[in-house]
C-alpha cells in the first residue's frame, strides 16, 4: 500500500529583520526602469528604506508538504513561495535554504527576499512577494496532497493560483499553476519560477546539448555557450571561459539559454555531488535562465544585505510563455492557462546530459548514469554509438536512486549516442546526442522614434510592443497615432489607441475612435472576422452606464470566433443587472461553452440558476467550479445565496484583505447586486481590524471614511472613480475624496485633471501633487514653493520624510542656495533615509562642505536597493574629490592628492559599486593635476592626461585636456562632433520621455523639454568655446 503525503500547517518561527515602514505618498515614478520594462509602482505604495539593522523573533503559518523522498516548507505569508526543499536521501538542500527572513530592496515595489522558490508574475520580480496569499490543502484520492496558494496580483488584478504537490511515490514536486485575468481588458504576463541554490567553487549550470549561446536581459547581447568570449554586458571571459561554472562570472549577470528542443535544464554541485533538475513541456516552457551575482565585492554586499550566515547563491529561472525578462504574453479577458512545471533532485550522477520527468542520464567515459524518479520495475538500458551497442543492461530500481552501468568502452568527445529506457516494456527515455545545428542569436536593436516610422503597420506593431513589453518611457498611443496619420485606414491602431484610452477612463475619446473605426470596416464588410471593436465599445458603453447599448455591443461581438467567451461573459452581467435570469443563464453558458476555462461565467450561471431555482443545475454549476476553492468572487457567491458562512469567508482572506473585497464588491455592482455588494463592504468593515479596511471600502459603500488608512493600495478601478466622483458631489469639501481621485487622475496621466482636482488643497497630499504637476510644466520655483507648503502641512513620519527629501532632491537640481537645503533637511535631524542622506551629501559638497560630506557618507549605514549601488558610489567618488579640490585650492597638494588616490576605489566599508573607467576621471584628473604641481615633468601625470583626453566624460574638460597636450585640432574636432550630435539630440521626438533611471522619481518633465534643458546650454557653451579656440 502507498504511503501517503503529510501535509500540515504549523507555527514556524524564523528571525526577522523587520521591514521599514511604506510610503504613504503615491509614486508616479512613470520613467522607473525595473529589469527592461516599467518600474512605476503605481497604484501600489512602496518600501523605499532598508529593514531594520536588528532581527526578531516572528512567527510564521507554515506548511509542511513530505513523502519518502522530499520534504518541502512553504510560507503562504510571504508569496506563497517553497521556503525549503530537502532531499531526503542525501540531506541536500537542493533549494537554496534561508535561516533568516532579512528583506533587501530589490523587489519593484521594495522589500524582495532570497532563497527558495519564488513564483514569478505578471512581471519580475513578483510584485507580491512580500504579500500574503490566501492558501488551503487538498488531499488526492491517490495518496498526493497539494498546497493551494492564490491572490491577485497587485498591478492587473489578475489571478495567480500554484499548486505545490507531492506524490507518494514520486521523487519529484509539481507545481500546478492557473494564471486567470479576471477583468474585461487584456494584460501582459510572464511566469518565471525563481529558484534559489547555493553556490560555490564547484557549482555548475547545465543547458541541453542543442544550446549553443546565452543572451542577456532584452536580448541586448549575447555570447557563446558553455565557453563564451569577448564582453558580455560588462563580464570579460576574454578568449574562453567555461561559464557554466558559476562563479566563472566576475560580476552580476544573467544567461536566458537560446532555444532548445528540450524540456530540462538545472544546476549540478559537483562538490556535494548534487544537484536539482527542472522539467516542463519546451513548447510552453521556452525560459531557462540563470542569474548570479557574481565574485565582486559588490556580490559580497548583496550577500550581506539578504542573509546572515547562508552565503552566496544564484537563481535558477524556469519561464513558460517567455524565455527573456521582459518578454511578455497576452492573457486575454476571462481567459486562463494552466501548465504544469516539475523540479527534482538528483545524487551521485554528475551533470546529467539528458532528463525528462522519469529519469536523468549522464554519460562520462565508460559509464552512464540513470537516476530514476521513482521506482520501476524490468527496466531496461541501452546505450548505442552508431551501430556499435555498448551496454545493454536488465535491472530494477527498487527506489528512486542513482544506478551506474559500466560501457563495454569509452564514449569519446564529439561521438553521437543514443540511449533507451525502459521498464516493463514501455519506454521512458529516448534521447540521441548528437551534433546539433548552429543558432543564430536574435538581438534586439535601437527602437525607432514615431517620426522615424514611414509604415503604418510598424508603427502600430512598435506601439504594440511597448505596451506589451511596459516600457518605462515611450508611449505607445503616440505611434498608434503616427499609424492612423500614415494610414488612415489602419483600423488595428484605432482599435488598440481606443484600448488605451478606455483603460485612461477617457470614454468620449475611445468612442469616437471606434467609430471612426467603424466607418472604415464597414465600406465593404460589415461582418468582421474580430469582434475586438464591438467588444471595445461594449467596455466603452458600459463604463459609461449606457447598459443597453453595451448589452447590444456585446452581442454583436459574440457573432465572432475570438470574442465569444469574453463578450457573453460581460452581456451575462448585463443580463443579471436587469434581472432577466433566463438569459443571463444562457450567455454564461455560451460563455464556458466557448471556453470551459472561463470560472467567471460560471459564476454567472451559479447566480442566475440559484434565482431561477434551478437546484440540479447550482450542484452542477457548484461541480465545475470545484477547482476554484480560493476565487473569492465565488466564495461570495456561496454566501450570497446562503451556501457558505459569511464569517468564514472573511476568516479565508490571507492575501491583502481590502483590495480582495473590493475585487469582489465592485464584481458584484456590474451583475446590479448592490445589495450583496454593500453586505460585503460592511462585512469588512465590521469583521476586518481597522488597519486592514482601505478608505476606499468606506467610499465604495457610501460611507465617509474615518481615518485616510489606504493599506497600501491607492484607488485605480473604474467604480472606485465612480465611488470617489459621489462622495465629491456629497460633500464638495471632503479634500481626501478629491485628493483620491486626484491620484487617480494621475495614475491615468490625466495630469490636467489631477491638478484641478488638488488645486485649493491644503494637505501635504495636495500640495505634493501641485508641486509634481507644476514641476513638470517646467514652473520649477512653483514647485519648490509648493513642496515647501507640503512639508508644513505634512505629518510626521513617511509623510514629511517623502517630503523633505523631494523637496531637497529638487532644491539640488535647480542648485539653489546649498545651505538652506542642509537647514530644510537638518530641521528634522539626521536623516534616516537612504535618499535624503546622499541629497544631504550633495549639498554639504556644493557647500564647501566635503568634510562633512565624508563624515556623513561614513556614518550612515547605506544599503542601497538594486541599480542604486552607482549611485552611492558615485557620490563617494564626488565628495572625496570635492575634498581634494579645497586642500588643492589651500595649496596642501599632499593631501589633496591623497583624497584623489582614494577615490580611485570605492572602500569596503561602503556599501557601493560603480563600474568603468569614466567614473573615476575626476579623481584620476586630480591625481595629474598635484603630479604636475610638485613636478611639472612627471611622466605618470601625462600619462593619465593622454588617456582622460579619450576617457573623461566631460567634453569641455577633454577639450581643454586636447588643448593642454597640444592637440588642438583634435580639441577642434570634438567640439565640432558633439555640437552636430547635440543639436541632433535635440531634434529627437521620442513619444515619452527622454530616458529611464532607477529611482521612484515622481518629478518629470515631457523630452522635448529635458532635452533643451540639457542639450541647449550645451551646444551654447561648445560654441563659444569653439569660437574661442579658432
Not at 193 to 213: I, K
Not at 542 to 548: A, L
Not at 649 to 678: H, K, W, Y
Not at 952 to 960: G, K, N
Request: with cysteine; glycine share 6%.
Amino acid at each position: 500500500m502507498k504511503r501517503k503525503v503529510t501535509a500540515q500547517s504549523f507555527t514556524l518561527t524564523i528571525p526577522t529583520y523587520p521591514e521599514a515602514p511604506y510610503e504613504t505618498l503615491p509614486m508616479f515614478a512613470e520613467t522607473r526602469n525595473h529589469q527592461a520594462t516599467s518600474g512605476n509602482p503605481f497604484p501600489n505604495a512602496v518600501t523605499l528604506s532598508p529593514c531594520a539593522e536588528t532581527a526578531e523573533e516572528k512567527e510564521y503559518i507554515a506548511v509542511r508538504l513530505e513523502n519518502k523522498y522530499i520534504q518541502l516548507i512553504i510560507l503562504p505569508q510571504l508569496g506563497g513561495r517553497i521556503f525549503a526543499a530537502l532531499d531526503k536521501r542525501s540531506g541536500y538542500n537542493f533549494f537554496y535554504r534561508q535561516h533568516v527572513i532579512k528583506p533587501a530592496l530589490i523587489g519593484c515595489l521594495g522589500s524582495w527576499i532570497s532563497g527558495g522558490v519564488e513564483f514569478n508574475w505578471p512581471f519580475h520580480h513578483r510584485p507580491a512577494t512580500y504579500m500574503a496569499t490566501d492558501w488551503t490543502i487538498e488531499t488526492g484520492d491517490d495518496g498526493s496532497a497539494t498546497v493551494w496558494l492564490s491572490d491577485s496580483d497587485p498591478y492587473y488584478r489578475m489571478k495567480g493560483t500554484v499548486g505545490i504537490c507531492l506524490y507518494p511515490d514520486k521523487c519529484y514536486l509539481e507545481t500546478k499553476v492557473r494564471v486567470t485575468n479576471r477583468t474585461s481588458v487584456r494584460h501582459p504576463f510572464l511566469w518565471w519560477q525563481n529558484a534559489a541554490v547555493s553556490v560555490n567553487e564547484n557549482y555548475r549550470l547545465f543547458f541541453p546539448h542543442d544550446v549553443d549561446h546565452v543572451v542577456h536581459h532584452y536580448r541586448t547581447v549575447s555570447t557563446s555557450w558553455p565557453v563564451a568570449k569577448g564582453n558580455y554586458s560588462g563580464c570579460d571571459f576574454g578568449g574562453g571561459t567555461d561559464i557554466s561554472l558559476i562563479y566563472n562570472a566576475p560580476h552580476s549577470t544573467s544567461y536566458f539559454a537560446a532555444p532548445s528542443k528540450f524540456d530540462f535544464f538545472g544546476g549540478y554541485d559537483e562538490g556535494w555531488d548534487a544537484g536539482v533538475i527542472h522539467i516542463a513541456d519546451h513548447h510552453i516552457s521556452p525560459g531557462k535562465k540563470m542569474f548570479t551575482w557574481g565574485r565582486d565585492q559588490n556580490a559580497k554586499s548583496w550577500e550581506t544585505k539578504l542573509t546572515d550566515t547562508d552565503g552566496p547563491y544564484c537563481e535558477l529561472m524556469a519561464g513558460v510563455y517567455t524565455d527573456n525578462q521582459p518578454d511578455f504574453t497576452w492573457l486575454a479577458p476571462y481567459e486562463t492557462k494552466s501548465f504544469s512545471q516539475y523540479w527534482y533532485p538528483i545524487t551521485k550522477t554528475g551533470v546529467p546530459d539528458y532528463a525528462d520527468l522519469q529519469c536523468s542520464v549522464t554519460v562520462k567515459g565508460d559509464k552512464v548514469s540513470v537516476a530514476s524518479t521513482s521506482a520501476l520495475p524490468d527496466v531496461r538500458v541501452r546505450l548505442s554509438v552508431g551501430d556499435e551497442e555498448l551496454c545493454d543492461e536488465l535491472t530494477e530500481f527498487k527506489d528512486a536512486t542513482t544506478l551506474n552501468f559500466k560501457l563495454s568502452r569509452k564514449v569519446n568527445p564529439g561521438e553521437c549516442w543514443r540511449i533507451q529506457v525502459t521498464s516493463a516494456g514501455r519506454p521512458l527515455s529516448d534521447y540521441t546526442d548528437e551534433k546539433f545545428p548552429a543558432q543564430t542569436p536574435r538581438i534586439i536593436g535601437r527602437r525607432k522614434t514615431p517620426d522615424e516610422i514611414d509604415s503604418a503597420y510598424e508603427a502600430y506593431n512598435v506601439g504594440e510592443h511597448l505596451i506589451l513589453y511596459r516600457d518605462p518611457v515611450a508611449d505607445p498611443e503616440k505611434y498608434w497615432e503616427r499609424s492612423i496619420k500614415l494610414d488612415k485606414h489602419m483600423i488595428p491602431a484605432y482599435l488598440s489607441l481606443a484600448e488605451s484610452r478606455i483603460r485612461r477612463g477617457l470614454y468620449d475619446e475611445a468612442e469616437k475612435l471606434l467609430d471612426d473605426a467603424t466607418v472604415l470596416r464597414d465600406e465593404f464588410n460589415q461582418r468582421p472576422e474580430s469582434g475586438k471593436i464591438h467588444y471595445l465599445y461594449g467596455l466603452c458603453y458600459q463604463r459609461q452606464g449606457r447598459y443597453d447599448d453595451a448589452y447590444d455591443a456585446f452581442r454583436k461581438a459574440m457573432w465572432s470566433y475570438d470574442k465569444v467567451s469574453a463578450a457573453a461573459t460581460k452581456a451575462s452581467a448585463l443580463a443579471l443587472r436587469r434581472r432577466d435570469w433566463k438569459d443571463a443563464r444562457a450567455l454564461a453558458g455560451m460563455a464556458y461553452e466557448s471556453d470551459n476555462s472561463n470560472s467567471a461565467a460560471v459564476i454567472r450561471m451559479l447566480l442566475a440558476d440559484y434565482r431561477l431555482h434551478d437546484d440540479a443545475a447550482v450542484k452542477a454549476d457548484i461541480a465545475l467550479l470545484s477547482e476554484e476553492k480560493l476565487n473569492m468572487t465565488y466564495a461570495w457567491a456561496l454566501v450570497s445565496v446562503g451556501m457558505a458562512d459569511e464569517g468564514e469567508f472573511f476568516a479565508r482572506l490571507q492575501s491583502p484583505p481590502s483590495q480582495t473585497v473590493i475585487d469582489v464588491a465592485c464584481e458584484f455592482m456590474s451583475f446590479g447586486f448592490n445589495t450583496e455588494a454593500r453586505k460585503l463592504l460592511d462585512g469588512a468593515i465590521n469583521r476586518l481590524p481597522e488597519e486592514k479596511v482601505s478608505a476606499m471600502v468606506y467610499y465604495l459603500a457610501g460611507l465617509t471614511p474615518p481615518s485616510e488608512e489606504l493599506c497600501r493600495v491607492f484607488p485605480t478601478r473604474p467604480e472606485e472613480a465612480l465611488a470617489l466622483e459621489k462622495a465629491i458631489e456629497a460633500d464638495p469639501r471632503d479634500e481626501f475624496a478629491r485628493y483620491l481621485l486626484g491620484v487617480l487622475r494621475m495614475g491615468q496621466r490625466r495630469y490636467g485633471e489631477a491638478e484641478a482636482l488638488w488645486s485649493g488643497g491644503k494637505s501635504c497630499g495636495c500640495l505634493r501633487g501641485l508641486a509634481i504637476c507644476a514641476w513638470r510644466r517646467g514652473a520649477r520655483a512653483k514647485a519648490l514653493e509648493l513642496l515647501r507648503r507640503a512639508c508644513k502641512a505634512a505629518r510626521k513620519g513617511p509623510e514629511l520624510d517623502a517630503a523633505i527629501f523631494e523637496s531637497a532632491y529638487l532644491m539640488n537640481q535647480t542648485r539653489a542656495d546649498p545651505e538652506k537645503t542642509i537647514s530644510l533637511i537638518l530641521s528634522a535631524g539626521e536623516p534616516e533615509r537612504d535618499d535624503t542622506a546622499l541629497e544631504l551629501i550633495t549639498a554639504y559638497c556644493r557647500a564647501g562642505k566635503a568634510k562633512k560630506a565624508l563624515e556623513l557618507l561614513k556614518a550612515h549605514n547605506f544599503r542601497p536597493g538594486e541599480g542604486s549601488e552607482a549611485m552611492l558610489a558615485q557620490s563617494y567618488i564626488n565628495t572625496v574629490c570635492s575634498l581634494g579640490d579645497e586642500h588643492f585650492r589651500r595649496g596642501e597638494i599632499d593631501t589633496a592628492l591623497e583624497n584623489y588616490l582614494a577615490a580611485q576605489s570605492i572602500p569596503e566599508w561602503l556599501d557601493g559599486n560603480i563600474s568603468g573607467e569614466s567614473p573615476f576621471a575626476r579623481a584620476k584628473l586630480g591625481e595629474a593635476e598635484c603630479l604636475l604641481r610638485k613636478n611639472p615633468d612627471d611622466e605618470k601625470a601625462k600619462a593619465i592626461l593622454a588617456r582622460l583626453c579619450d576617457i573623461h566624460p566631460d567634453t569641455f574638460v577633454r577639450a581643454d585636456l586636447l588643448m593642454r597636450v597640444g592637440r588642438k585640432d583634435d580639441a577642434v574636432k570634438l567640439l565640432e562632433g558633439r555640437i552636430s550630435d547635440w543639436k541632433r539630440q535635440l531634434k529627437i521626438c521620442e513619444s515619452g520621455y527622454y530616458r529611464s533611471q532607477p529611482a521612484f522619481l515622481s518629478y518629470l518633465e515631457p523630452a522635448a523639454a529635458e532635452r533643451r534643458r540639457i542639450f541647449s546650454p550645451l551646444i551654447k557653451r561648445a560654441e563659444e568655446t569653439l569660437k574661442k579656440l579658432k
